[in-house]
């Protein structure tokens, strides 16, 4: 049992952690349109706007953030509140799946092989990745620990990949390790494992639920959007699914080799059933980047489903090789879950650190700009204009500059939103009306340029600083 508390105790860490962060961290632009769509007026104003490929996540995760966020208070920490829960239930649900493949030291391991990769950011996201993170755990906790012809365990399975393609539409890559597993066991006249077949029919009936939302969703981001496939995408996604991944190996290895002894042998067993499905999840990067040559959008987030799997396979891995070597494998837990700790505290200490944004020093600006008689703001970046509506306590005077240079495909959210809120977006025509009343908030270098030959007199009431720009 003291593996078991132990996990609680790491989980219970997280769960804090990642609410106190939550609770001081700022959302990004994507959060923004999370709490954006999950207060529209209703239900049905949700499926609406989805159902127009205003954004690119199913309209169920964002009806549940609504739930939360009624339930909990309009807040950062209610709509952050779902991933914060899920992440947790991942964690333990892979340290449980480990531990029944191996023992409770072991499964701890794959706890902190988790707790080192990208996951503990997406427990303090306002997005549906730890939620589909989640399932996937579900779905490998499943499929290794019940019988393979248990009709109730088929039908958790199958919930598990209704459920993970009403969170994510990228939810159908959970599905590769184990259609792998079954073609690589491929007997004459077999039919396929009960499992498969109740996960095929949670894709498919996922898929007829939610089609109209999928197809409008086709054609959101065009064949030159800027996280498109390429082909160094694919081995850097790997690296990125463990960012510090080299420099903890070194350490394992090093500790490996300090208390190795030539004393006692040990057997190594042959890989158990599940340790081996375990490993085909490192097929889903590659599933995921041939299917965003479909989707043209290709981001190690949307793979995060193939974490659960491989922190199990490398657990089942090491206690293979060092059973019955206690030294040995806590010296691996200690260096796993410390350097996860450490991660986690200074993001803690920290909880801005890993998203940078201007929006403190725009919200600062708005006074200086009043003041020389300016009293619309002016911003030309979309993100930066849908943080200010969200922070800004003037920001019914914000207006989004749609520059000629700006991708309609990116504007397409944005407008949607247009239907149900105040949004202002201006040409170049409404600037020219207005430029005695503008002022540009933190403009970047290229917008200035865009304006200047467009014919726009610039001027910098702030010396050596493009902070405020006032146009003439």
Sequence with gaps: MWSLAAALLLAAFYFVTSLYISSHRLLWVDEINTVNFSRLPGFSSIWKALSEGAEGMPPTYFMTVRVFDNVFGHSELAVR????LAMVAGLLLTFDCARRLTDGLHGLIAFSVLTCSFLPYYGHEARSYAIYFMLSALALWTWVNTKQDSRSAAILFGVALFLGIATHYYAVLILVPYGAWEVLHWRPLRLPSP???AGVAGVLCATAV?????QAQRHQFPPNFWARPSPDALPTAYSDLFPDFLFVLALVMIWIALTSTKDRSIALQPMQAGERISWYFLLIPIAGYLLSEITHIFQVRYIICALPGVAVALSCMVWRHVRG???VSVGVLLILAGWGLARQITATRDPNRYYYSPIRQMLSLE??????GKDIFVVCNQARYIEALYYSKHADQYVWLMLPTVDPHRTRDIKTLAQFYPIKIWTLE??????QETALLVPVPDYLDTLKQAGFQLEYPVPKTLS???VK
Excluded: F, G, M, N
Excluded at 210 to 214: D, H, T
Excluded at 430 to 435: E, P, Q, R, V, Y
């Design 81 to 84: 509140l779902p991933s914060a």
């Design 195 to 197: 499992k498969l077949i």
């Design 210 to 214: 939610l089609w109209k939302p999928i």
């Design 325 to 327: 070597t206690s030294r």
């Design 367 to 372: 006074e200086t700009a009043q003041d020389a």
């Design 430 to 435: 409404d600037l020219k009306k207005h430029a």
């Design 468 to 470: 405020v720009v006032y």
